[in-house]
């Protein structure tokens, strides 16, 4: 595991935090639930990957 993929993460959280107060300040609630609820899938899809290599890994290492 990469410390990049840490600072990906912490980046989208930090751009989807600001983005959903903006909107939320500006009366746009629901806006701002899609901001986050899409965040939280783009954090999601990079841990996928990152999970499935780590299968990847056990199965090899185990030879299932």
Do not use: N
């Not at 939320?24 to 609820?37: N, Y």
């Amino acid at each position: 595991m990469d410390i990049s993929l840490i600072i990906k993460i912490a980046g989208i959280g930090i751009l989807v935090a600001v983005a959903s107060q903006i909107l939320s300040k500006s009366g746009r609630d629901e806006q701002a639930m899609f901001v986050t609820i899409a965040g939280i899938l783009v954090a999601l899809m990079l841990l996928v990957t990152q999970i499935r290599d780590l299968f990847d890994l056990i199965t090899s290492v185990f030879g299932m």
